[in-house]
């Protein structure tokens, strides 16, 4: 750790108050440029594709002679460059600030977002796939683009960590979406925007989601799932299988086995969505949508 302020005490309030904040120039130029050649790499292992993989999640207009993907699964994991930007100085910094001095990865994922077709995601809250036993969980957006008000960017209601956890069913299934009639506030909802090399944070309970990109730029996201150290997943161990396992999402602190236990509205997202594999895919059986799509070419 460097000791350098990273995040200032208006910034932490402003996380506490709306759910979400802005951190620009958390990375470097030259941090940016070793993200997006390393996802040039995974991107093109797209190619001659004609189904999703464990690593690869493909856009509905993909042809395997013309690769398009919209998300790749677990960079954390799968990437020694995302790996260690994970555990830059400045990104624990402010982690640190925001959930205290141990943390762990219990989840990662890159949203394309690709230029004139990039996919939607509805309206959800990420509370509603991972609740833990307390909600000091939170969602960085590393920016490797520019994210502006026409390319897709994210939309977040503030305030709304604070309130109810929203069905993400239907019916009697999981379906990773709220429906939006349910949501009173989504008008009041506003653009997370930054250049490339800034960083938001979203509770873990913030409303949000964010509508195609029909510009002529792509919006690629980075989105490292954090969890405060005594903040324990109620599905177990879920992708990390052992104690050991476990042990290594840690980023800073070691692990404990007293989990930290506050009262908040937990929905589990069970019985399972039929279909699996990524949130674009339990969303699209969702019957009522926010955000429209135009066909691709």
Known sequence: ???????????????????????????????????????????????????????????????????????????????????????????????????????????????????????????????????????????????????????????????????PTYDHHQDGRFVGAMDPDDCPDLDKAEMILGRAGACSFHHVRAVHGSGQNTSGRDRRLLLYQVAAGDAWDLRGFHKAGTWDGYAKTFIQGEPTNQPRLVEAPVRLPYPEPLKGGSIYESQSVARKKYFGTQAAE
């Open 1 to 163: 750790m460097t000791g350098e302020t990273v995040i200032s005490a208006d910034q932490v309030q402003t996380y506490r108050d709306k759910g979400y904040v802005v951190v620009e120039d958390l990375f470097s130029a030259e941090d940016v440029q070793e993200m997006k050649t390393a996802l040039d790499t995974l991107i093109e292992g797209a190619r001659g594709l004609s189904d999703h993989t464990n690593v690869i999640d493909l856009e509905p207009s993909h042809r395997s002679d013309a690769p398009r993907v919209r998300r790749i699964k677990e960079p954390f994991l799968y990437d020694d460059v995302f790996n260690r930007m994970a555990r830059h100085p400045r990104l624990l910094s402010v982690l640190t600030a925001l959930l205290g001095p141990t943390c762990r990865m219990h989840g990662s994922k890159i949203n394309l977002k690709s230029a004139e077709y990039g996919s939607p995601v509805e309206w959800h809250q990420d509370w509603a796939f991972y609740p833990h036993t307390n909600d000091d969980v939170l969602a960085v957006g590393v920016m490797l683009d520019d994210m502006t008000e026409d390319n897709g960017p994210m939309l977040c209601v503030p305030g709304s960590h604070k309130g």
